[in-house]
């Protein structure tokens, strides 16, 4: 009996640890403040803004590192940076790293720009990776204990004058795992 019960809870803590899984972080490319428009259609000088979103739920976020990349048929603009950020370095486009003053546990944006589509064609608008950094990477610093950085998986890059799909679980590995 007692074997039964030691068996039983190893069983436990082995199923806990598998379903808590690997910590993960996202960010992603929107048009829109609810991070759910990933296209943007127009003809001629459209104007629109491209919200950069993250989300590291749990531990949460304290800092993100990336680049974006725009075709030549974008002019980016203005660009605001979240007032929640105390630390900025580097540029959208050269690499940046900006430091929040606490915890993110849920959706925040670090920047804001506005751009301007001036053509037809399809292209896309794409969060690469911060080439400044060694080696080059994108990166979410989490609110563990000495900030261990993760690599976040890229959530949407911002579509142009084509439709995207956002990957969801019933349309991604989340949908593939159910099956087994």
């Known amino acids: 009996m007692k074997k039964a019960l030691l068996i039983g809870v190893a069983m436990l803590l082995v199923a806990s640890a598998v379903s808590a899984g690997p910590d ?94 001036i053509d037809l064609n399809p292209n896309v608008i794409r969060i690469i990776a911060d080439p400044t950094a060694l080696p080059p990477a994108y990166l979410i610093a989490t609110c563990d204990v000495g900030n261990p950085l993760i690599g976040p998986v890229i959530w949407s890059n911002l579509y142009l004058n084509q439709t995207c799909v956002i990957a969801t679980q019933n349309a991604s590995w989340g949908a593939i795992k159910s099956l087994f």
């Open 24 to 117: 993960t972080g996202y960010i992603g490319l929107f048009a829109d403040a609810g991070h759910s428009v990933c296209s943007v259609m127009g003809a001629g000088f459209t104007p629109f803004t491209m919200w950069i979103w993250c989300l590291d739920e749990q531990p949460g976020l304290t800092a993100v590192e990336f680049a974006v990349l725009f075709p030549p048929d974008v002019i980016a603009s203005t660009t605001t940076l979240n007032p929640l950020i105390t630390v900025s370095l580097g540029t959208l486009t050269g690499g940046t790293s900006v430091a929040f003053g606490t915890c993110q546990n849920d959706y925040v944006w670090t920047h804001q720009v506005a751009c301007y589509l």
